[in-house]
């Protein structure tokens, strides 16, 4: 008698614990439901349909979207973009970041104010400052090309925009430009975190500065080094005003990221196929989550030869 009281009381108290917990945690799951889960299941969903040229579904595709999307002739060129795009502005960035990093950890006269300049690229939006840099890199009317004719670095106007050759680098440095805050205050945040002791020892020893950086900081800046590459290839790679602005009016694919072109297969190319891009989408979630992994792979097995 006095067992089953207790198994009752003790039911009913885990019955009053996970309601509480669901009333806690409630908010948090209808968002990710709501932000990640139902839209990732309707783009699996419509990489098996067949749609329209206005949207509408018209029947079951099966596999067809994926086998056209592979079979696309255009993909080697995308897939090349997308990766000289992801490596090139993230590797550039974390160079970067970590130099001015170093530069924001100092103290001087006006670094306040320098860490605020610093930080505007990344509070403002990406479409502004795409579109400022349109600006910059126009062909008649842009700084740059009235810059570099006043200096006699160029003879003539360059087409950064509209030249193959230039594109993709005008594109990569506007990617660096707006990545480098966040990177970088990251970075100060490590920086910042590590004890001064341990450099008054280094010193003490006899270290010299390049000897430091090397054998401390970048060692005790490895966990901050590695959400920064993370977030940045995630961010990266799925960044879209960047292109479309600079690039979007841009014929074909030339110059096109996995993103751009997921988005002309839908609506900017001849096939208007939801299905199709649906399918390019399914694939660019999985390329990234197979190169985080790959990454997160060869960081954890790089700590484990090092100890």
């Keep these: 008698m006095v067992g089953g009281r207790l198994r009752r009381r003790s039911r009913d108290s885990g019955t009053a614990s996970i309601a509480e917990a669901l009333l806690w945690l409630g908010p948090a799951l209808i968002l990710i439901i709501g932000v990640v889960l139902y839209p990732a299941i309707t783009l699996v969903a419509t990489s098996f349909g067949r749609y329209s040229i206005t949207g509408l579904r018209s029947g079951d595709a099966g596999v067809s979207n994926y086998v056209g999307f592979l079979t696309s002739p255009d993909l080697p060129r995308v897939v090349g973009n997308t990766g000289v795009w992801v490596v090139a502005v993230v590797v550039l960035t974390i160079a970067t970041s970590l130099a001015l990093a170093q530069f924001l950890s100092k103290s001087f006269f006006g670094r306040r104010f320098v860490r605020w300049a610093v930080i505007v690229p990344w509070a403002a939006a990406l479409v502004i400052s795409s579109q400022l840099f349109r600006l910059i890199y126009d062909y008649y009317h842009g700084i740059l090309n009235q810059l570099l004719l006043a200096l006699h670095v160029i003879r003539k106007p360059i087409d950064w925009l509209g030249d193959p050759h230039f594109t993709m680098i005008s594109m990569v440095l506007v990617?660096?430009?707006?990545?480098?805050?966040?990177?970088?205050?990251?970075?100060?945040?490590?920086?910042?975190?590590?004890?001064?002791?341990?450099?008054?020892?280094?010193?003490?020893?006899?270290?010299?500065?390049?000897?430091?950086?090397?054998?401390?900081?970048?060692?005790?800046?490895?966990?901050?080094?590695?959400?920064?590459?993370?977030?940045?290839?995630?961010?990266?790679f799925n960044s879209f005003p960047i292109i479309w602005i600079l690039n979007g009016?841009?014929?074909?694919?030339?110059?096109?990221?996995?993103?751009?072109?997921?988005?002309?297969?839908?609506?900017?190319?001849?096939?208007?196929?939801?299905?199709?891009s649906a399918a390019a989408g399914v694939f660019n979630v999985i390329v990234i989550l197979i190169a985080v992994a790959v990454y997160l792979r060869f960081v954890n097995w790089r700590e484990s030869s090092d100890a």
Excluded: C
Aim: aromatic residues 14%; glycine residues 10%; positive net charge.
């Design 249 to 276: 009016s841009n014929p074909g694919f030339g110059n096109d990221t996995m993103i751009t072109y997921m988005y002309k297969l839908a609506f900017r190319s001849a096939q208007h196929d939801v299905g199709l």
């Design 175 to 236: 990617g660096v430009f707006v990545s480098i805050p966040f990177t970088a205050y990251l970075f100060v945040a490590g920086l910042n975190g590590i004890p001064a002791d341990v450099y008054e020892a280094a010193r003490i020893d006899g270290g010299r500065p390049w000897q430091i950086y090397r054998q401390i900081t970048l060692p005790l800046l490895r966990p901050a080094i590695l959400i920064g590459v993370v977030l940045n290839m995630i961010y990266v």
